[in-house]
């Protein structure tokens, strides 16, 4: 009796729920989404092709030395990466005195556990990139898994970066009391279209790149460190693509053998 209940809750909890679901999506075919300026602008990332892309990419480690280079010249006054140690930057292509030429460039806390003090020295090899102190309302988020986080990965990043403008005539006359409050920047590709991040990329060749290098404009700056950025969240990416394959090819094998073996085992004997 008490499982024959426990049926009749779970069907009618179940029809209540696909009831709801059906009026939901009435009312919406009806009525229309929210009439909010964000349902009217805002935009989604454009396309964004790199080597890292698909079952078989793989890193351009060229291209994440631009990356680098524009985090270094562009983005580390604002935004950390803290779960990014120096000598990870090895796998960019740098050797060991370049990666400890670069960690000697930072300042990193150090624990004295004698005194208990805490001060700072030049970073070594084992250390990650140091915290940014910043004294404005509301830090900058870290940006070792920011291509992880936000909906769109590195598109977005690409975009959010490109994506800086004046707020368009249309939206200032469907939404009069919508307009970008002051200190604030309009980026349709930023969720409340407003950003308080100003445009990073101003100008082309803001960062020096190496000889040998496309030129550093404003839209190459922002493909590299967008690549870079997708480094960073997941540094093991081509590895993985490249253990995945035989994995799949062995449980290919294994489901093809498993079906013979049952074919011979259910086999007619007559």
């Not at 900058?140 to 920011?146: K, N, R, V």
Request: aromatic fraction near 12%; glycine fraction near 8%; hydrophobic fraction near 40%.
């Amino acid at each position: 009796m008490i499982r024959i209940f426990s049926i009749l809750a779970g069907l009618a909890f179940s029809f209540v729920l696909a009831l709801s679901f059906v009026f939901e999506a009435v009312g919406t075919a009806k009525d229309g989404l929210p009439n909010t300026v964000e349902s009217n602008f805002h935009e989604h990332p454009g396309a964004l092709k790199l080597a890292s892309d698909g079952l078989f990419g793989k890193f351009d480690k060229q291209q994440l030395q631009r990356g680098f280079a524009v985090y270094q010249g562009v983005c580390q006054n604002c935004h950390s990466l803290k779960f990014v140690a120096f000598r990870d930057l090895k796998a960019l292509g740098y050797d060991d005195d370049e990666v400890k030429a670069i960690a000697k460039q930072y300042q990193v806390p150090a624990y004295n556990a004698a005194t208990g003090e805490v001060k700072t020295q030049p970073g070594k090899p084992t250390d990650h990139f140091p915290p940014v102190v910043y004294g404005g309302k509301g830090a900058p988020p870290d940006l070792s898994l920011i291509t992880k986080s936000r909906h769109g990965g590195a598109a977005y990043v690409h975009s959010l970066l490109l994506g800086y403008q004046n707020q368009p005539a249309e939206l200032l006359k469907k939404f009069p009391d919508a307009k970008t409050p002051e200190g604030l920047f309009y980026n349709p590709y930023f969720a409340n279209l407003n950003i308080a991040m100003p445009p990073p990329l101003t100008a082309d060749g803001q960062v020096t790149y190496a000889p040998g290098n496309p030129p550093a404009t404003k839209e190459q700056m922002a493909q590299d460190v967008s690549a870079f950025l997708v480094w960073t969240a997941e540094p093991n990416l081509a590895e993985r693509h490249q253990k995945g394959w035989p994995v799949v090819l062995f449980l290919l094998l294994a489901t093809v053998l498993a079906y013979m073996a049952k074919r011979n085992v259910w086999a007619d004997k007559h």
